[in-house]
Nanobody, 118 residues
């Protein structure tokens, strides 16, 4: 079992920045990769960024150059630094952890709201 808790969301003006955090606990040894997803009202959930155990990262094209995914293993925390925010970034952002240990599992946080508006 892996538990994920997001924090750091809020209301920000276009062009502003936020840093989301995801605190992970439980069977962390089983995690293969982690990522951030987002879901805007009326839209499907989309993958924003991922980071593998070796530190490799991938990003949604629309956030490249603006968002940075990182982790602090000592703190068991995943981050998403979001800069130059746009209204279209408005969504609930979810932390995700994937595990292939003894199966195929995805773990999710409850989400944190990010609203970009003037």
């Amino acid at each position: 079992q892996v538990q994920l808790v997001e924090s750091g969301g809020g209301l920000v003006q276009p062009g502003g920045s936020l840093r989301l955090s995801c605190a992970a606990s439980g069977r962390l040894f089983s995690i293969d990769a982690m990522g951030w997803y987002r879901q805007a009202p009326g839209k499907e959930r989309e993958l924003v960024a991922t980071i593998g155990r070796g530190g490799s990262t991938n990003y949604l094209d629309s956030v490249k150059g603006r968002f940075t995914i990182s982790r602090d293993n000592a703190k068991n925390t995943l981050y998403l630094q979001m800069n130059s925010l746009k209204p279209e970034d408005t969504a609930v952002y979810y932390c995700n952890a994937h595990s292939s240990y003894r199966g195929d599992y995805d773990y999710w946080g409850r989400g944190t709201q990010v609203t970009v508006s003037s």
